[in-house]
């Protein structure tokens, strides 16, 4: 089945994402202070840190909901200048091959499941409303909600809503994919519906980059841990080794207070 | 009982009102539209000139909009019949309220929306016209529903500048008659007859769209 999705959403090879130098200040509030992370094309990075460490503005930085004060970021070939102006071309070029998922699912409530995953595709890669909701239906059914293409999004529960916003992004082909807290909003026995898609998507070398507390999550799937702390990569490497022995203290502590939960 | 002559010219009153209320929503709502992007623009030279539009047209009582309309824009060369000139005072105030009411139900659509759209890469027209407009017109809904019933009621003031209206009809009839309290209570009633029913409906409406739309 892992195949089978990512061949299904994949028809272009996933990309490389380079992070170099990223700075972002609130006001006087430095939230990123000179990251820099290289994800290679086909793997799992896992972001984890105490809220409020910037993870998560990381993450929207590299799909430009936020902007960077300073820094690059490189997906595949697109290369984006934090202080040089960004076209709406550049922009858009750099948002089509990166996918997103939000905590809070963000599924369009007006429209149906079907064409919540449609429409994007026929209005940004410009398919036949036939092509994109057959492919809808493909991919839905590849994450076992073929059966609820024709309701809304209300009528579906929390996993449900999210695995519609995973295929709603993989039906763009997208050369990467951000999950910002995935599961976070969700019950831990339904985020397991919505993590399987996950691992099924990673064993099908999609490179992803995911702000998560599911300690486990990080540990089985992902290639690379980022430890963040007060804008900073405090510590950063494998994951089993970081989780079992954390160099910074501060990594300790977090981890210890996340798994005692 | 002689009220039931005078009925027919309550009834080709009413349809004048209607027509009225009709082409003040319609119009209105469309030029609400407009002024409501134009007061959510960023462009400076866009979004004050359109406050100003807004805030005129909902400080001005209808009554003045009319009166300014029907006998003040002749002496710039603007001559309207009475008919047209109430459609337009009543469409402006129409529109001010409106323009007010769309911005509202805009601004309450979830900050989440437009960053899906973004994040899928969906361009800025496309992001607002079938993902955040949709949704902001169907939370204004019942508040449209509410100016319409008021814009029904409104357009007894067209009654001021001699439009044949429910209103103007029920004072020329009760004039022959002198049964003011039976005419006029017929009129109150046929405006009700109207006006309560639409109530219930956007009543009715208001919770169909709080339940399906959580």
Redesign the interface.
Known sequence: MSQQLITESQQVTSAGVTITNLSKSYGDNRVLDNISINVKPGSVTALIGPSGSGKSTLLRCINLLETPDEGTITVGTTTVEARARVSDRALLDLRRQVGMVFQSFNLFPHMSVLRNVAFPQEKILGRSREEAEERALTLLDRVGLREKAHQHPDRCSGGQQQRIAIVRALALNPRAMLFDEPTSALDPEVGLEVLAVMRELAAGGMTMIVVTHEMQFARDVSDHLVVMADGHIIEEGRPAEIMANPVQERTRRFLSAVLER | MDLVQYLPQLGQGLLVSLQLTAISVVFGYAVGLLLALGVSSQLPWLKWPTLVIVEVGRGIPSLVVLYVVYYGLPSIGLLFDNFAAAAIGLTFTVAAYSSEMLRAGIQSV?R??N??A??????QT?TFT??IL??GL?SSIPALMGLAIQSFQGTSLAYSISVSELMSNAYQSSSITFQYLQIYAITGLVFAAIAVPSTWTSVWVEHRLAK???
């Open positions: 979830h989440g929306q960053e899906a973004m994040a899928l890469g969906l361009p496309s079938r993902i949709p949704q169907r399906g739309f959580a």
